[in-house]
C-alpha cells in the first residue's frame, strides 16, 4: 500500500465555491493524520474567487498547527494556448506551491497539439509546481509529450483523486491517467496525489487515486505522498 502523507490541493469558501472554512479544513487534515496539507484557492480568473490581495496577505498566516505543516498557494488557471497564467510572477513567487490547471470557464478548447502547447506553456513558469488534473477528456493532450516535459522542467503530475470519482464531471480520467501513469513509469517521472477537496469531508481522501496506482502496480518511490519531506523539493516553500 502506498503510504500518504499529504495532501496539496484544497480549497476554502474563499474560492466561491467550495464549502468550508481554512480552520476546518485545518481540522480535517489533522483528523485524518496528514503531515502536510496545502491551501490553493482557485486564482481570480475563476468566477467568484480571490483578488489578487487575498494572495499577498498569505504571510500573516502561520505555517504551523501542532505537528502538521499548513502551507498557502494557488490553482492557477491557464488561459490560452501558450500557458499564460491569471497572476503575476511578483505574487507567485510568494506563494508556498502553485498548481496551473486547465478549467473551462477560464479556457476554450483547442486541439491535442494546442491544449498541450498551453500545458508546457505552464511549466515553463519557475513558480509552477504542479499540473493539477491533467486528466479530462474534454482538453485531449499529447500525453508523452507532457510527461517528458514534467520531468525537464521538474514539475509534478497531479493525479486527482476527485476526477476519478464517480460523480466526477471530468471526462475519461482513468483511461487518461492509465496513459499518463504509464508513460511515468517509462521516464521515470514523479507524480503527486491529491483530493482537489472543496469541502472539508474530502480533505485527504485519495482512495480513488491510490487504488488506480496499485491496480498498476506504480512505484511508490515515484510517489511525492509517500515522503514528507520529498515534495519540498518541488515547491517554492523551504521548510528549512
Not at 486564482?43 to 501542532?66: D, W
Not at 505537528?67 to 505574487?91: F, K, R, W
Request: aromatic content about 8%; some cysteine.
Amino acid at each position: 500500500m502506498i503510504t500518504d502523507k499529504l495532501d496539496m490541493h484544497t480549497h476554502t469558501i474563499a474560492s466561491g465555491h467550495a464549502y468550508n472554512t481554512r480552520n476546518e479544513m485545518i481540522a480535517a487534515a489533522a483528523e485524518c493524520g496528514l503531515e502536510i496539507l496545502a491551501i490553493t484557492e482557485h486564482a481570480p480568473a475563476m468566477p467568484g474567487s480571490c483578488q489578487p490581495i487575498y494572495f499577498s496577505n498569505y504571510k500573516v498566516l502561520p505555517r504551523k498547527h501542532g505537528e502538521m505543516t499548513v502551507l498557502y498557494g494557488t490553482e492557477l488557471n491557464i488561459l490560452d494556448y501558450a500557458g499564460h497564467v491569471d497572476l503575476p510572477d511578483e505574487i507567485l513567487r510568494e506563494m508556498d506551491v502553485v498548481l496551473a490547471s486547465i478549467h473551462p470557464p477560464c479556457y476554450v478548447p483547442g486541439t491535442v497539439e494546442e491544449n498541450t502547447s498551453a500545458y508546457l506553456g505552464a511549466m515553463r513558469n519557475p513558480y509552477v509546481n504542479i499540473i493539477g488534473h491533467p486528466d479530462d477528456g474534454r482538453f485531449p493532450i499529447d500525453y508523452e509529450t507532457l510527461v517528458k516535459a514534467a520531468k525537464e522542467y521538474h514539475v509534478l503530475l497531479e493525479v486527482n483523486s476527485t476526477s476519478l470519482s464517480p460523480v466526477s464531471f471530468r471526462m475519461g480520467a482513468r483511461e487518461n491517467y492509465l496513459e499518463m501513469l504509464g508513460l511515468c513509469m517509462k521516464y521515470q517521472a514523479p507524480v503527486i496525489v491529491n483530493s482537489d477537496a472543496h469541502a472539508d469531508v474530502w480533505v485527504g481522501e485519495h482512495a480513488f487515486a491510490l487504488k488506480l496506482l496499485e491496480e498498476m502496480g506504480f512505484p511508490e518511490e515515484l510517489v511525492i505522498n509517500a515522503s514528507s519531506g520529498a515534495v519540498y523539493d518541488y515547491i517554492n516553500y523551504n521548510c528549512k
